[in-house]
């Protein structure tokens, strides 16, 4: 089982990324899926999920609005669309899987597989 994030880069303020997260070995369709960020000397923190049955998703407030998660079950790849991003924005991106129950869905623990991370950096 692997799960491969790309699409981390540097961006100017503003500008706008695309990640993928690419599994190997377990479907996105069958699987809650989610992002998580961590920042130097920070904690993991919930960006996004969708969820395996309905595709329902959930955000974290600071990037509603500008961000957008979808998935692709034909090329079982989870994306994060992020527009107008910010400094703060800049992070170490995780794309994760499992299946959790929705009390849990913005929690690390809840997910059993994980991918690599890719960075982001946005300038002001």
């Known amino acids: 089982v692997q799960l491969q994030a790309s699409g981390g880069g540097l961006v100017q303020a503003g500008g706008s990324l695309r990640l993928s997260c690419a599994a190997n070995?377990?479907?996105?369709?069958?699987?809650?899926m989610a992002w998580f960020r961590q920042a130097p000397g920070n904690e993991r923190e919930f960006v996004a999920a969708i969820r395996w049955g309905g595709g329902s998703t959930s955000y974290v407030d600071f990037v509603k609005g500008r961000f957008t998660i979808s998935r692709d079950n034909a090329k079982n790849t989870v994306y994060l669309q992020m527009n107008s991003l910010k400094p703060e924005d800049t992070a170490v991106y995780y794309c994760a899987a499992g299946r959790v129950i929705t009390s849990t869905s913005s929690t690390p623990g809840a997910y059993g597989y994980w991918g690599q991370g890719t960075l982001v950096t946005v300038s002001s």
């Open positions: 070995g377990l479907s996105v369709g069958r699987l809650d």
